[in-house]
């Protein structure tokens, strides 16, 4: 089965400095694929490019089995439609309701009623653990978690086959982030999501990633959460081997 996305001699420069130097990428259909790298190592820089947000020097970006980096606004708007994206700050438009900062995507790609429209939208709210009354709350009066929360019902609100999250759990307490994690984990089964996730948080990792690509040295290595770890590169041995990583890293063996 073709890849769901493909990322094949991605070069990313800004003046003299050169960002991604040939990386390649793969995410297959239904899994959950983890990004992480240390600061500066371009993952932010990815996560646009793959997008659609801005163009390479070099290298392709495949979608569906669809090059985006050669098409058109158009034809990278109807690609937008098919996945979901939550921002690491949520993105959230402070002057708008939940409720419509999660209608948004539906009036820009959907023909729908408002009465449609509004119903849908809080069904969205409702799957991602909202109550129900905070679809007519704004974006100030909520919490850091329902923030998450809230652009995780935008992203999908087009029911998309493809999610992507940017550091979904930053800023929440242990809690707070495990209950989140359960949440991706729930949606990813019972909707059949395939999602691309960036994080540093080592216990996202391993809760909810099936594979994991680590951004060194302008390059991604890739392999399952089992194998990368033994990955000899320095960074990789520091980030899985380091001491905040090492209980973590023995439950999961010992499992």
Same mark, same amino acid.
């Given at each position: 089965?073709?890849?769901?996305?493909?990322?094949?001699?991605?070069?990313?420069?800004?003046?003299t400095?050169?960002?991604?130097?040939?990386?390649?990428?793969q995410?297959?259909q239904d899994?959950?694929?983890?990004i992480?790298?240390?600061?500066?190592?371009?993952?932010?820089?990815l996560?646009?490019?793959?997008?659609?947000?801005?163009?390479?020097?070099?290298?392709?970006?495949?979608?569906?089995?669809?090059?985006?980096?050669?098409?058109?606004?158009?034809?990278?708007?109807?690609?937008?439609?098919?996945?979901?994206?939550?921002f690491?700050?949520?993105?959230?438009?402070s002057?708008?309701?939940? *409720?419509?900062?999660?209608?948004? %995507?539906m009036?820009?790609?959907l023909?729908l009623? #408002? !009465? =449609?429209? /509004? $119903? &849908?939208? +809080?069904?969205?709210?409702?799957?991602?653990?909202?109550?129900?009354?905070?679809?007519?709350k704004?974006?100030?009066?909520?919490?850091?978690?329902?923030v998450?929360?809230?652009?995780?019902a935008?992203?999908?609100?087009?029911?998309?086959? *493809?999610?992507?999250?940017?550091? %979904?759990?930053?800023?929440?307490?242990?809690?707070? #982030? !495990? =209950?989140? /994690? $359960? &949440?991706? +984990?729930?949606?990813?089964?019972?909707?059949?999501?395939?999602?691309?996730?960036?994080?540093?948080?080592?216990?996202?990792?391993?809760?909810?990633?099936?594979?994991?690509g680590?951004?060194?040295?302008?390059?991604?290595?890739?392999?399952? *959460?089992?194998?990368?770890?033994?990955?000899?590169?320095?960074?990789?041995?520091?980030?899985?081997?380091?001491?905040?990583?090492?209980?973590?890293?023995?439950?999961?063996?010992?499992?």
């Amino acid at each position: 089965m073709d890849p769901v996305l493909e990322v094949q001699g991605l070069v990313n420069r800004f003046g003299t400095q050169l960002v991604h130097d040939g990386l390649n990428m793969q995410v297959a259909q239904d899994e959950v694929f983890g990004i992480v790298g240390g600061s500066g190592s371009g993952k932010s820089v990815l996560l646009r490019t793959i997008l659609g947000l801005q163009r390479p020097q070099a290298g392709v970006v495949r979608i569906g089995g669809s090059d985006i980096t050669q098409m058109s606004p158009p034809q990278l708007r109807a690609v937008k439609a098919r996945y979901g994206v939550s921002f690491q700050q949520g993105a959230l438009y402070s002057g708008l309701t939940v *409720l419509q900062n999660v209608q948004l %995507p539906m009036i820009e790609h959907l023909q729908l009623t #408002a !009465a =449609a429209r /509004d $119903e &849908l939208a +809080l069904l969205k709210i409702c799957l991602v653990g909202l109550p129900a009354d905070a679809a007519a709350k704004y974006p100030a009066q909520l919490s850091g978690g329902m923030v998450k929360r809230a652009a995780l019902a935008r992203a999908l609100a087009l029911d998309p086959s *493809l999610l992507f999250l940017d550091e %979904p759990t930053s800023g929440l307490d242990p809690v707070s #982030a !495990a =209950a989140f /994690d $359960e &949440l991706v +984990l729930y949606l990813q089964q019972h909707l059949r999501l395939t999602m691309v996730m960036i994080t540093h948080d080592l216990d996202t990792i391993f809760r909810t990633c099936n594979r994991v690509g680590v951004i060194v040295d302008g390059r991604m290595e890739s392999d399952t *959460l089992e194998r990368i770890v033994d990955h000899p590169h320095p960074w990789i041995q520091a980030y899985f081997h380091g001491e905040r990583a090492r209980e973590r890293l023995g439950a999961a063996r010992g499992a």
